[in-house]
């Protein structure tokens, strides 16, 4: 449990640092060539060091319809992705995986995008996502017990109380 001055407790802050959203007002991710197939794919949030294996078809240079992507940070396997890809991005229903946690719904831009169920070490969240965010309504359950509510960015507000999911508690004010 946390405490910022002038609030109640923070009841939950669980983000997940490969994964972590950054606020963004432009398009930030690029393009990464899988060495092996020289297939492009989409990385909504790219880090030095980061490289890609994709299997599945490749038109134009872009990673196109079902398949798979696995992707490497310097060498070291740390998220899979499965689903449907246009252009190099993964969209539609997909599953996505990293070693502290999981989604699995629709995604945009291989982002979270629409309905879908995210689970990050002891917190799940069911509900709506939009830019990889919970933004809708939704439910995190967790240890601290079950919230539901109208997620906005990441945030839910009840009064004092200010709840996060997959982003930093200094996300909500």
């Not at 134009?60 to 190099?88: T, V, Y």
């Not at 933004?135 to 009064?159: H, I, M, P």
Request: charged share 20%.
């Amino acid at each position: 449990m946390k405490r910022r001055a002038g609030t109640a407790p923070l009841l939950l802050s669980a983000w997940l640092s490969s994964y972590a959203t950054p606020s963004q007002a432009a398009e930030v991710g690029a393009f990464v060539v899988d060495p092996d197939a020289g297939c492009k794919v989409w990385n909504p949030h790219p880090v030095a060091g980061e490289t890609a294996k994709w299997t599945g078809a490749c038109v134009n240079g872009l990673a196109q319809g079902a398949g798979s992507l696995q992707w490497l940070r310097d060498g070291k396997a740390f998220e899979k992705d499965d689903g449907e890809w246009d252009r190099g991005r993964q969209t539609g229903r997909g599953m996505q995986n990293w070693k502290t946690g999981s989604y699995d719904g629709g995604l945009l831009d291989g982002e979270p995008h629409g309905h879908g169920v995210m689970t990050l070490q002891s917190a799940r969240y069911v509900g709506e996502f939009r830019k990889g965010k919970p933004n809708g309504e939704g439910t995190v359950t967790s240890l601290q017990g079950a919230f539901s509510g109208t997620w906005k960015d990441g945030c839910l507000t009840r009064g004092k109380q200010k709840i996060t999911f997959a982003v930093s508690s200094d996300t909500c004010r």
